[in-house]
Protein backbone atom coordinates (compact mmCIF):
# COMPACT_ATOMS: atom_id res chain seq x y z
CA UNK A 1 0.00 0.00 0.00
CA UNK A 2 1.31 3.41 -0.82
CA UNK A 3 -0.08 6.78 0.57
CA UNK A 4 -0.07 10.11 -0.44
CA UNK A 5 -0.93 12.83 1.40
CA UNK A 6 -1.46 16.71 0.20
CA UNK A 7 -3.66 19.72 0.91
CA UNK A 8 -1.68 20.86 3.77
CA UNK A 9 -0.55 24.96 3.51
CA UNK A 10 -0.51 28.22 5.65
CA UNK A 11 -3.51 29.39 7.22
CA UNK A 12 -4.65 32.08 9.69
CA UNK A 13 -5.94 31.12 12.94
CA UNK A 14 -9.58 30.22 12.66
CA UNK A 15 -9.56 29.11 8.94
CA UNK A 16 -9.95 25.86 7.45
CA UNK A 17 -7.78 23.39 5.13
CA UNK A 18 -8.99 20.08 3.94
CA UNK A 19 -6.09 17.05 4.01
CA UNK A 20 -6.10 14.21 1.27
CA UNK A 21 -4.59 10.89 1.02
CA UNK A 22 -4.26 9.00 -1.65
CA UNK A 23 -3.84 4.89 -1.46
CA UNK A 24 -2.54 3.09 -4.08
CA UNK A 25 -2.29 -0.90 -3.61
CA UNK A 26 -3.76 -4.38 -2.99
CA UNK A 27 -6.20 -4.51 0.04
CA UNK A 28 -6.00 -0.34 0.68
CA UNK A 29 -9.93 -0.17 0.47
CA UNK A 30 -10.14 -2.66 3.45
CA UNK A 31 -7.54 -1.03 6.04
CA UNK A 32 -8.80 1.33 8.57
CA UNK A 33 -6.95 4.91 7.85
CA UNK A 34 -5.35 7.53 10.50
CA UNK A 35 -4.27 11.13 10.70
CA UNK A 36 -1.27 11.92 12.79
CA UNK A 37 0.83 15.32 13.29
CA UNK A 38 3.78 15.89 14.49
CA UNK A 39 5.37 19.23 15.31
CA UNK A 40 8.59 20.42 15.89
CA UNK A 41 10.87 18.71 18.77
CA UNK A 42 7.61 16.95 19.94
CA UNK A 43 6.38 13.31 19.49
CA UNK A 44 4.07 12.16 16.51
CA UNK A 45 0.43 12.46 18.18
CA UNK A 46 -2.54 10.67 16.94
CA UNK A 47 -5.46 13.12 15.65
CA UNK A 48 -8.43 10.62 14.03
CA UNK A 49 -9.09 7.47 12.72
CA UNK A 50 -11.39 5.66 10.06
CA UNK A 51 -12.34 2.28 10.04
CA UNK A 52 -12.22 0.41 6.71
CA UNK A 53 -16.31 1.05 6.17
CA UNK A 54 -16.05 4.04 7.42
CA UNK A 55 -18.86 3.71 9.69
CA UNK A 56 -16.25 4.00 12.55
CA UNK A 57 -14.58 7.08 13.60
CA UNK A 58 -12.29 8.01 16.44
CA UNK A 59 -10.74 11.40 17.48
CA UNK A 60 -8.11 12.81 19.43
CA UNK A 61 -9.43 15.19 22.02
CA UNK A 62 -7.83 18.21 20.04
CA UNK A 63 -9.69 17.42 17.02
CA UNK A 64 -13.42 16.75 18.47
CA UNK A 65 -15.42 19.28 17.48
CA UNK A 66 -13.14 20.69 14.85
CA UNK A 67 -11.50 18.00 12.36
CA UNK A 68 -13.60 15.64 10.17
CA UNK A 69 -12.31 12.39 8.89
CA UNK A 70 -13.76 10.66 5.71
CA UNK A 71 -13.11 8.29 3.03
CA UNK A 72 -14.66 7.50 -0.53
CA UNK A 73 -14.16 3.95 -0.89
CA UNK A 74 -14.79 4.20 -4.68
CA UNK A 75 -12.07 7.05 -5.07
CA UNK A 76 -9.53 5.13 -2.52
CA UNK A 77 -8.89 8.76 -0.82
CA UNK A 78 -9.10 9.52 3.07
CA UNK A 79 -9.88 13.09 3.98
CA UNK A 80 -9.66 14.83 6.87
CA UNK A 81 -11.29 18.68 7.26
CA UNK A 82 -9.84 20.74 9.83
CA UNK A 83 -11.70 24.07 10.97
CA UNK A 84 -11.46 26.65 13.14
CA UNK A 85 -7.38 25.85 12.72
CA UNK A 86 -5.29 27.26 15.83
CA UNK A 87 -1.60 27.76 15.90
CA UNK A 88 -1.01 24.68 17.96
CA UNK A 89 -2.39 22.75 15.41
CA UNK A 90 1.23 23.65 13.21
CA UNK A 91 2.46 20.24 12.29
CA UNK A 92 3.56 18.06 9.45
CA UNK A 93 0.36 15.78 9.17
CA UNK A 94 1.02 11.82 8.27
CA UNK A 95 -1.58 9.71 6.73
CA UNK A 96 -1.44 5.68 7.28
CA UNK A 97 -2.73 2.42 7.20
CA UNK A 98 -3.91 0.39 9.89
CA UNK A 99 -5.57 -3.58 9.88
CA UNK A 100 -6.71 -2.64 13.25
CA UNK A 101 -10.28 -0.94 13.47
CA UNK A 102 -9.51 2.91 14.04
CA UNK A 103 -6.76 2.35 16.39
CA UNK A 104 -5.07 5.43 18.04
CA UNK A 105 -2.24 3.61 18.45
CA UNK A 106 1.03 4.66 16.01
CA UNK A 107 2.13 0.71 16.02
CA UNK A 108 -1.04 -0.57 14.48
CA UNK A 109 -0.28 1.36 11.23
CA UNK A 110 1.62 -0.72 9.14
CA UNK A 111 1.78 2.17 5.92
CA UNK A 112 2.52 5.74 6.03
CA UNK A 113 2.39 8.49 3.74
CA UNK A 114 5.18 11.25 3.02
CA UNK A 115 3.21 13.87 5.65
CA UNK A 116 2.06 17.42 4.25
CA UNK A 117 3.06 20.28 6.00
CA UNK A 118 0.28 22.61 8.02
CA UNK A 119 1.14 25.83 9.38
CA UNK A 120 -1.21 28.01 11.06
CA UNK A 121 -0.55 31.36 12.18
CA UNK A 122 -1.60 33.30 14.70
Known amino acids: VQLQASGGGLVQAGGSLRLSCAAV????????MGWFRQAPGKEREFVAA????????NYADSAKGRFTISRDQAKNMVYLQMTSLKPEDTAVYYC????????????????WGQGTQVTVSS
Open 25 to 32: GRASSSRA
Open 96 to 111: AASQSLATVFSSRYDY
Open 50 to 57: ISSSGSVT
